[in-house]
């Protein structure tokens, strides 16, 4: 078993979008989202040019054509909760099923609405996983320091993602011993269910004392709620034009979803 690591989602390089200011970086993700969510339902040729814009800034960045389109299907299932749409959306009815007393029926509006709801989250997962991986932890916390987002907010993201990886290195020890103790043998389904459980309790508690370590020995050097980085954050004239080809493309996008 590998051992996880937050930041193996970040892929250095020295590509143009590396080299943008990490504040523009996360305004051109923040844009794009929001550029998705104000599209019509059934704007599928906006949505195709906003999939060209995604794998546009791949290429840019050194990526691959199919970075992050392969790594969002992950998200794909907790997407699904839109499904209730298909049902609940007025419209014409395209198919019907009698459950109990009650009859469910899907509607061509609803449809239409579901794959949109899908297709915009799809997309937006998309330029989230390319900001990660051309961002890293330290540079990510202060480009929304810069942004203003409250400081509390800031430090709670960051002590998060750092404790993710001590909750991973707990849950590795756990099935380690585990595994070294069972020799093999699977047990009974009550039997896995109760040293699940037991491994979960475990895993708070020695998280949490690992955690109460860790976060003194941060204060014992200097740590004072802020997270630093050691590169300077300076706007340049490449910042501002890539801003601008940003809000002209998304324009281009949103007057292509209600003109179609």
């Known amino acids: 078993m590998t051992h ?13 979008v590396h080299r943008l200011d990490p504040r523009v970086r996360m305004i051109i993700t923040l844009l794009f989202i929001v550029s998705n969510a104000l599209l019509p339902d059934g704007a599928w040729a906006a949505f195709v040019v906003s999939l060209g814009l995604v794998t546009l800034v791949c290429v840019l960045a050194r990526l691959g054509v199919f970075f992050a389109l392969k790594r969002s299907f992950v998200a794909l299932p907790f997407m699904l909760i839109a ?52 961002t890293n932890i330290p540079d990510l916390l202060h480009a929304l320091r810069h942004l203003r987002v409250p400081p509390l907010l800031v430090g709670v993201i960051g002590l998060m993602l750092r404790y993710l990886d001590i909750l991973a290195d707990e849950a590795l020890r756990l099935m380690r011993a585990r595994d070294a103790r069972s020799a093999g043998s699977g047990g009974s389904l009550i039997w896995r269910a109760r040293v699940a459980g037991h491994m979960v309790g ?34 340049h004239e490449r910042d501002w034009w890539a801003l601008a080809g940003t809000v002209s493309a998304l324009a281009l996008v949103q007057a292509l979803g209600y003109m179609l």
């Open 83 to 134: 499904i209730t749409v298909l049902f609940a959306t007025p419209g014409q009815t395209v198919a019907g099923w009698q459950v109990g007393d009650r009859v469910l029926l899907i509607t061509d509006a609803g449809v239409t609405r579901f794959f949109s709801i899908l297709t915009r989250s799809w997309l937006s997962v998309q330029m989230a996983i390319v900001l990660t991986a051309v």
């Open 202 to 235: 475990q895993l708070f508690l020695r998280s949490y004392e690992r955690s109460e370590r860790v976060h003194q020995a941060m204060l014992a050097r200097g740590f004072d709620g802020r997270f630093l980085t050691v590169n300077p954050h300076h706007l």
């Open 4 to 16: 996880f690591h937050l930041s193996d989602r970040y892929q250095d390089g020295t590509s143009i």
